[in-house]
DNA sequence: CAACCCATGTAAATCGTTACATGATTTG
DNA sequence: CAAATCATGTAACGATTTACATGGGTTG
């Protein structure tokens, strides 16, 4: 899997434009995937040379002019293609974690002050994750509300994670 | 973070050889952070060059000579910079989830199929985690102990999201 | 009028994967 | 004797990030 294929993945549904799939990496695709200007704009490039996929110039009147773009039968194939290879092993990098693994190298109280901000900060990503999900709602199908879901979950699982942690440390502490 | 804050991190316990390093990649950090060969060996000698680690070539009887690397002060002092710079954002990179996110482009039989394998999937990384956790628990820092579980967590937390969203999708079927 | 949103792109640099290349030793 | 383990590296390629560059329109 690589931006082509997600890129195609979301002009499935309807057009856009470089800037409207850049903001469909909301919540929940942004989760599992995610890409910048950087790779997005070379990106439909590319897919337009390959034949994947079609420009079309939209002139705006209180807007900048943008480029549409919509998949063409040779994109749907190659989708397809994507969807059904073989799938690529999950990776989930988290410098945070790392820091906790070499954290022998710290001091308890540097240690719980990185775990009580792990927590905030996952607490912060669930709060965002509900509302987008809220928001976002309606118009999911039912598998992209599993998706939705796992990303709540998994915030969830590491505060819990994070605080019978905190909570190790602290009774030592004392 | 990258492959040099991590194989800097892996030294400062003890001097290791680029083949030692690669195994030091298992559970619970492989989860959180992996590297390969082509990583590793390349990133040594340029640490080195960096004058951030050492190598002494030992010779082995039984086995092929190796470089065995130590680090320096000056990569310990490297290191603890890593630990105190700004945190990097955490990225689970998932081409599973995304094939879900884009499941209406799928038969109902087929995203089941899916997520049946995924729940198994799951199981044995738990399964996987599990035993690891059990082998390594002696010898792992109470922070160590907190990514082992972890990783454990994350994927229970998968395995109840996607058993619910396969209940609703046979629900449907019916 | 500042800040923010809309909009598109390029270029350099970094990072990492995969495959290739080699070869000794041990274990079943 | 085949397979697995130990051991080190290179090279080509692919992917992505970050910063740079530009500029119009809207909103408070």
């Given at each position: 899997m690589?931006s082509?294929?997600v890129?195609?993945g979301?002009?499935?549904?309807?057009?856009?434009s470089?800037?409207?799939?850049?903001?469909?990496f909301e919540?929940?695709?942004?989760?599992?995937f995610?890409?910048?200007?950087?790779?997005?704009?070379p990106t439909?490039?590319?897919l337009?040379k390959l034949?994947?996929?079609?420009?079309?110039?939209?002139?705006?009147?209180?807007?900048?002019?943008?480029?549409?773009?919509s998949i063409?039968?040779?994109?749907r194939?190659?989708f397809?293609?994507?969807?059904?290879?073989?799938?690529?092993?999950?990776?989930?990098?988290?410098d945070?974690?790392?820091?906790?693994?070499?954290g022998?190298?710290?001091?308890?109280e540097?240690?719980?002050?990185w775990?009580?901000?792990g927590?905030?900060?996952?607490?912060?990503?669930?709060?965002?994750l509900r509302?987008?999900r809220k928001?976002?709602?309606?118009?999911?199908?039912?598998?992209?509300?599993?998706?939705?879901?796992?990303?709540?979950?998994?915030?969830?699982?590491?505060?819990?994670?994070l605080?019978?942690?905190?909570r190790q440390?602290?009774?030592?502490?004392?």
């Open positions: 690589n082509q294929d890129i195609l979301l002009l499935l549904n309807r057009p856009r470089g800037y409207e799939i850049k903001s469909a919540a929940p695709l942004a989760y599992f995610d890409a910048s200007f950087g790779t997005i704009y439909l490039a590319k337009e034949g994947y996929i079609e420009k079309e110039n939209v002139v705006q009147d209180n807007r900048p002019n943008k480029n549409v773009y063409t039968d040779s994109g194939e190659r397809m293609a994507y969807m059904n290879s073989p799938l690529d092993v999950e990776t989930y990098r988290s945070f974690m790392v820091r906790l693994f070499f022998e190298h710290q001091s308890r540097k240690l719980i002050e775990i009580r901000r927590i905030e900060q996952a607490k912060r990503e669930v709060s965002k509302e987008e928001r976002w709602d309606a118009g999911m199908s039912p598998s992209q509300r599993i998706c939705a879901d796992l990303g709540v979950e998994l915030n969830e699982s590491k505060i819990r994670v605080e019978e942690g905190l440390f602290e009774e030592q502490l004392q």
